[in-house]
């Protein structure tokens, strides 16, 4: 069973950083791509960043592009995000996914997220 | 930055057919995917590779493609059909991806 667990998230000040991390099992994580989906509570949801199989090819949302970097860690199964600069509109539920595919496509599986508030 | 295009809302009666909407230029030369979202919970996929349903997804919820316009249909609509639904698919190039803004659907 494909299981997703974020972890990581909190309350941090403007400019701060912190990192996200997602524990996966019941598949390997190296062998499909990987992303990280956000949601403002009571909006939509917004797609961050993700790497293909190959953790060669990542990308981001424009929102988050040279703040954000995405990254694995293959031995312990293990998505991260570590975010730089943060800013009160990156405060949202954090959703690590499974994609379907080895290359970027779409959201198989989803975590329960984890929050981020950016507040001073 | 390229944008899916869904109505916010749709409301239908029980056992009435609900149609969604999701339009967007690329969406012609790229896989388009649906999600689920109730209440409280995380999104659930529900359609994939434009009208494939991962298993155990009912065969009420289907959907097809004409143009730039994907639709999601929903037959003899269920009161634990009222939810968020979200397209999804990529740029025309695959650089990234996108969801369309939801609809959030009403059972009267």
């Known amino acids: 069973e494909v299981n997703l667990v974020e972890s990581g998230g909190g309350l941090v000040q403007p400019g701060r950083y912190l990192t996200l991390s997602c524990a996966a099992s019941?598949?390997?994580?190296?062998?499909?791509?990987m992303h990280w989906v956000r949601q403002v509570p009571g909006k939509g949801l917004e797609w961050v960043s993700g790497?293909?199989?190959?953790?060669?090819?990542?990308a981001y949302a424009d929102s988050v592009k040279g703040r954000f970097t995405i990254s694995r860690d293959n031995a312990k199964n293990s998505l991260f995000l570590h975010m730089n600069d943060l800013r009160p509109e990156d405060t949202a539920l954090y959703y690590c996914?499974?994609?379907?595919?080895?290359?970027?496509?779409?959201?198989?599986?989803w975590g329960q997220g984890t929050q981020v508030t950016v507040s001073s | 930055s390229y944008e899916l295009t869904q109505p916010p809302s749709v409301s239908v009666s029980p056992g009435q057919t609900a149609r969604i909407t999701c339009s967007g230029d690329?969406?012609?030369?790229?896989?388009s995917f649906w999600y689920q979202q109730k209440a409280g919970q995380a999104p659930t996929l529900l359609i994939y590779?434009?009208?494939e349903r991962p298993s155990g997804i009912s065969r009420r919820f289907s959907a097809s493609r004409s143009g730039t316009t994907v639709t999601l249909t929903i037959t003899g609509v269920q009161a634990e059909d009222e939810a968020d639904y979200f397209c999804?698919?990529?740029?025309?190039?695959?650089?990234?991806?996108?969801f369309g803004g939801g609809t959030t659907l009403t059972v009267l």
């Open positions: 996914t499974k994609d379907g595919s080895a290359s970027r496509q779409f959201f198989q599986y």
């Open positions: 019941g598949f390997n994580i190296n062998n499909f791509a």
């Open positions: 790497m293909d199989w190959t953790s060669y090819n990542m």
């Open positions: 690329a969406l012609p030369k790229q896989y």
């Open positions: 590779k434009d009208n």
């Open positions: 999804q698919s990529s740029d025309a190039i695959g650089a990234y991806q996108v």
